[in-house]
């Protein structure tokens, strides 16, 4: 069963993207450490797309990733 685009956003909240309002029903997410930005389009009740739920979590494995490099650089 497909995610809710209410989730994704959550998870991306979690993560510590920031929110930026985007046209319609789009939102633009950026973080510090995730090159460019996401955007997740659709209403919060709606299902994801797959490629939208990919997408969530590449960024979020990207920014894990680099979280982690940091963490061992500072040792």
Do not use: C
Request: aromatic share 6%; charged share 35%; glycine share 8%.
């Amino acid at each position: 069963m497909p995610k809710k685009i209410r989730e994704l956003k959550q998870k991306l909240l979690q993560a510590g993207f920031t929110k930026l309002p985007g046209k319609g029903s789009h939102t633009n997410w950026i973080h510090p450490l995730y090159s460019g930005k996401l955007t997740v389009s659709g209403k919060d009740g709606s299902d994801a797309k797959p490629y939208q739920e990919k997408d969530v979590q590449q960024a979020i494995t990207e920014v894990e990733e680099k979280q982690q490099q940091e963490k061992q650089e500072d040792e």
